[in-house]
């Protein structure tokens, strides 16, 4: 799912991550991705499936998979501030790629262009997690 995802492509991440529900329904990690994949084409109802699994179990998450979760709640109330400081939080967690990206991402829609272009020019395009990403 995570190639599919690294491709923007929401729809084959999103069965690959369904398959590996039905695989492990303990296994939280592909309930987050599949959250994070239906974000970006505004899959309300897997949205809230997802909130509603992971919610209770939210602390069960690793901080920065909490940070992911976070950002689904925001995104899905149109908390945009909410989204902004839980990409922050990941990327202290994980500076470099895709957390990094997001709160260049962020940045951009709360109005923040000068910190969006500060934190874009700071990312390495080349890393392993930002070399095949589409989106940035």
Do not use: C
């Not at 957390?99 to 500060?118: D, F, N, S, Y």
């Not at 020019?121 to 890393?127: E, G, H, M, T, V």
Request: no cysteine.
């Amino acid at each position: 799912g995570l190639v599919h995802f690294s491709q923007a492509d929401w729809p084959g991440a999103m069965r690959r991550f369904r398959d590996a529900i039905a695989a492990d329904t303990a296994w939280m990690l592909p309930v987050l991705h599949l959250g994070l994949a239906a974000s970006n084409v505004g899959d309300t109802p897997t949205i809230d499936s997802v909130i509603r699994v992971l919610g209770p179990r939210r602390v069960e998450l690793a901080p920065y998979d909490q940070a992911g979760f976070d950002a689904i709640v925001a995104w899905s109330t149109g908390d945009r501030l909410g989204a902004y400081e839980a990409a922050r939080r990941a990327a202290r967690l994980a500076p470099s790629g895709m957390a990094a990206a997001q709160v260049g991402k962020e940045a951009l829609a709360l109005g923040r262009p000068r910190e969006a272009a500060r934190v874009f020019a700071a990312l390495d395009a080349r890393s392993v997690e930002l070399r095949n990403a589409v989106f940035y």
